[in-house]
């Protein structure tokens, strides 16, 4: 069972992200100059720079704290992620270069991890490329052609955005090593880690959720127990079910799947080949 932060972890990484991240930024910025120089001894240079970015990005992982964000249904086990809560400008939430800490051997019931935000304006952008998933909660319902699956939603802070993780289990994992499944990127990730029937790590895939794969009427969902839920900041993570007093269900927001570019919010087509 993974173990949430302590208020005073969560202190300190919020006391030291700045300052890691503005030395990572500073010596990034410092080898790109370099590179792009014509003399052979700055391009040699830039090496050192591009090593004290990695030294700040491993600082940055290291610090980064457990946040409880959803309970099994069929075990009880909390599930935590190593997540940036202060804002989306974090490294956390850059999608082309994320930096997280992936549970190394998730619950043994997991079988995805996703999730959408309500964003709000202005976004800080130092983040390049941000895809914090649709307006409003959905599931994906091709995770349910996995027998015996479940999806949980939470919500929590990321600064002034309201974030809605969404994980999916299922008490019928592949049955022996080398029955992988094929899941979803993380939430706000390119890829995903994906794992057998043993809870045993087995490489990385990238499936991309677009805005048809998704169903944002919950409310069936949530009567037939496909969908169970977490009130907002209860600490004790505790599940319900049913749609009666869900706070997730009908909320205003987009439906659509936005892309943070340097603080600006754009929606695209629902699928790459549409106009």
């Known amino acids: 069972m993974s173990t949430p932060s302590t208020p005073a972890e969560f202190e300190r990484f919020r006391a030291g992200r700045d300052a890691i991240m503005e030395e990572g930024n500073r010596a990034e910025q410092r080898a790109i100059e370099l590179e792009r120089s014509e003399n052979e001894s700055d391009q040699i240079r830039?090496?050192?720079?591009?090593?004290?970015?990695?030294?700040?990005?491993?600082?940055?992982?290291?610090?980064?704290?457990?946040?409880?964000?959803?309970?099994c249904p069929f075990t009880g086990e909390l599930l935590t992620w190593a997540l940036d809560t202060v804002d989306l400008d974090g490294w956390a939430w850059n999608y082309d270069a994320t930096i997280r800490r992936i549970p190394k051997k998730p619950p043994r019931c997991f079988l995805a991890f996703t999730g959408a935000m309500r964003l709000h304006q202005p976004v800080t952008s130092k983040a390049i490329h941000v895809e914090p998933g649709p307006g409003v909660p959905g599931v994906i319902p091709h995770l349910f052609d996995w027998p015996n699956?479940?999806?949980?939603?939470?919500?929590?802070?990321?600064?002034?955005?309201?974030?809605?993780?969404?994980?999916?289990?299922?008490?019928?994992?592949?049955?022996?090593?080398?029955?992988?499944?094929?899941?979803?990127?993380?939430?706000?990730?390119?890829?995903?880690?994906?794992?057998?029937?043993?809870?045993?790590?087995?490489?990385?895939?990238?499936?991309?959720?677009?805005?048809?794969?998704?169903?944002?009427?919950?409310?069936?969902?949530?009567?037939?127990?496909?969908?169970?839920?977490?009130?907002?900041?209860?600490?004790?993570?505790?599940?319900?079910?049913?749609?009666?007093?869900?706070?997730?269900?009908?909320?205003?927001?987009?439906?659509k799947l936005p892309t943070v570019w340097h603080g600006k919010i754009e929606y695209g087509p629902g699928y790459p080949d549409e106009p």
């Not at 591009?50 to 964000?69: G, I």
């Not at 592949?174 to 994906?194: H, I, M, Q, R, T």
């Not at 794969?213 to 127990?225: A, K």
Request: hydrophobic fraction near 35%; aromatic fraction near 16%.
């Open 46 to 71: 830039a090496g050192d720079y591009r090593w004290e970015m990695d030294k700040a990005l491993v600082k940055y992982r290291k610090l980064l704290p457990e946040v409880a964000v959803s309970r």
């Open 149 to 255: 699956t479940i999806a949980v939603i939470a919500q929590i802070g990321v600064g002034p955005h309201i974030g809605w993780p969404i994980t999916y289990y299922t008490s019928q994992q592949p049955a022996k090593p080398g029955g992988f499944y094929l899941g979803y990127n993380f939430w706000a990730e390119d890829d995903y880690s994906v794992h057998d029937g043993n809870g045993e790590w087995g490489g990385w895939g990238a499936r991309r959720a677009f805005t048809p794969d998704y169903d944002f009427e919950l409310g069936p969902w949530l009567d037939s127990g496909h969908v169970q839920w977490i009130e907002p900041g209860d600490d004790s993570m505790t599940l319900r079910q049913g749609s009666a007093d869900c706070p997730y269900l009908n909320l205003e927001g987009p439906r």
